[in-house]
């Protein structure tokens, strides 16, 4: 079955910085990869998510690179702001429908 | 539009109780549900994914007759915890998507916070 791997599990940025999150996966039928933003307590929020037949997008603040090729795909916040903390989980999905998230990255934003 | 509720948002039952948590699509047809359950700090792990009308489908690891899943119409899964103790206290999520046969984004409900006393 899919196996997402994410890294790093914590990351402290400065306000202003930018943030970069990674993961890969193990299934190359995988074909759609949501990131969500989780804050304690809450539902996980989809923030931005990327499908196989692009390489990357991008929405303001934050943007999604995917390499097939390695199956790796990241998340990139620019200019973060302490509103950005939270926890940030990569997933991925096959073409069963299943949802597998990664281990989760808990963000902090240091004003 | 889409929007997944859950019910109730959290609940303190006594060990061996068994506790029914309801995941309602309110403005869309969910074929298929899926429950979530999220231990402290960890990620949400796939427990079962849910079709009208048919079995739930367990992940490995997950026993099916302690995790009693019915999704008996297009609005509607539940989730009974049979006899629970206290380390199935966690943190339970259900999802939801419309269309069958294709992908489409998860909808989340908001999550119930089961304690087991």
């Known amino acids: 079955g899919e196996n997402v791997e994410q890294h790093p599990s914590t990351l402290s940025v400065q306000e202003g910085d930018s943030a970069v999150i990674k993961c890969t996966y193990s299934d190359s039928a995988s074909n759609y990869f949501p990131w969500y933003k989780q804050e304690l307590g809450k539902r996980p929020q989809l923030i931005i998510d990327i499908r196989s037949n692009v390489g990357e997008k991008k929405d303001q603040r934050i943007a999604v690179t995917l390499n097939k090729t390695a199956k790796h795909f990241s998340l990139h916040i620019t200019e973060t702001q302490p509103e950005d903390s939270a926890v940030y989980f990569c997933a991925a999905v096959n073409q069963g429908g299943k949802l597998i998230f990664g281990q989760g990255t808990e963000l902090s934003v240091k004003p | 539009g889409a929007v997944v509720s859950q019910h109730p948002s959290w609940v303190i039952c006594k060990s061996g109780t068994s506790v029914k948590i309801e995941c309602r699509s309110l403005?869309?047809?969910?074929?298929?549900m899926f429950w979530y359950r999220q231990f402290p700090k960890q990620s949400l792990m796939l427990m079962a994914t849910?079709?009208?009308?048919?079995?739930?489908?367990?992940e490995q690891g997950v026993e099916k007759d302690k995790f009693l899943i019915n999704h008996a119409s297009l609005t509607l899964s539940t989730l009974t915890v049979t006899s629970a103790h206290p380390e199935d206290s966690s943190f339970y999520i259900c999802?939801?998507?419309?269309?069958?046969?294709?992908?489409?984004?998860?909808?989340f409900g908001p999550g119930t916070r089961l304690t087991v006393l």
């Open positions: 999802s939801a998507n419309g269309l069958a046969g294709t992908y489409n984004e998860q909808f």
């Open positions: 403005d869309f047809q969910a074929t298929t």
């Open positions: 849910s079709n009208e009308g048919s079995k739930a489908t367990y």
